[in-house]
T-cell receptor
Framework: QQQVKQSPQSLIVQKGGISIINCAYE??????FPWYQQFPGKGPALLIA?????SEKKEGRFTISFNKSAKQFSLHIMDSQPGDSATYFC???????????FGAGTRLFVKA | KAGVTQTPRYLIKTRGQQVTLSCSPI?????VSWYQQTPGQGLQFLFE???????NKGNFPGRFSGRQFSNSRSEMNVSTLELGDSALYLC???????????????FGPGTRLTVL
């Protein structure tokens, strides 16, 4: 119930292509879904986040699509660049829970 | 504003020893969470503190403990170290609204602990 399942584990995309990472959750009490980006030697940093009252949120080249009925959400990186090569984590939390559950992470490599 | 700082950045210990890691949150942030990151298990939640009170705890043995001080700085302690405790330990801070509303966490660079 507390798990967030993330796929794929790793992803290789050509420069200019679209990177898509998917996550699924079970706990319907979750009400905040952030995505974090982590570069080697650094801590994760917030990339973009969504709440379940909207189905899509876009910030620059990054878009979250959210499907409440399917309990799934995904990150789309448009026009992927080599600088996007990093590990991406989806996460979920709920009001009053005082903790965030993270997916296992996706290592993205964008080929120049 | 300065970010989350963690000390030390690297630590090497032997089995059976104990270790204390420190985290200074962003100024004004009252919530501090700790995570263990390993290649096989990803980011695992250890515990969260707000105003010196532990509000939630993950599924880790009692060897893992933490505390938060009145200035919001936090420490975590691992006693009787095991080889499997080798990991990157991350601290994250947030404003941590007292009503428990979810908000953004800001991570430090982590402490890399190696247990030999």
């Amino acid at each position: 119930q507390q798990q967030v399942k993330q796929s794929p584990q790793s992803l290789i995309v050509q420069k200019g292509g679209i990177s898509i990472i998917n996550c699924a959750y079970e706990n319907t009490a979750f009400d905040y879904f952030p995505w974090y980006q982590q570069f080697p030697g650094k801590g994760p940093a917030l990339l973009i986040a969504i709440r379940p009252d909207v189905s899509e949120k876009k910030e620059g080249r990054f878009t979250i699509s959210f499907n409440k009925s399917a309990k799934q959400f995904s990150l789309h990186i448009m026009d992927s660049q080599p600088g996007d090569s990093a590990t991406y984590f989806c996460a979920a939390s709920n009001t009053g829970g005082f903790k965030t559950i993270f997916g296992a992470g996706t290592r993205l490599f964008v080929k120049a | 504003k300065a970010g989350v700082t963690q000390t030390p950045r690297y630590l090497i210990k032997t089995r059976g020893q104990q270790v204390t890691l420190s985290c200074s949150p962003i100024s004004g942030h009252r919530s501090v969470s700790w995570y263990q990151q390993t290649p096989g298990q990803g980011l695992q939640f250890l515990f969260e503190y707000f105003s010196e009170t532990q509000r939630n705890k993950g599924n880790f043995p009692g060897r893992f403990s933490g505390r938060q001080f009145s200035n919001s700085r936090s420490e975590m302690n691992v006693s009787t170290l095991e080889l499997g405790d080798s990991a990157l330990y991350l601290c994250a801070s947030s404003t941590g609204p007292s009503d428990g509303g979810a908000d953004t966490q800001y991570f430090g660079p982590g402490t890399r602990l190696t247990v030999l």
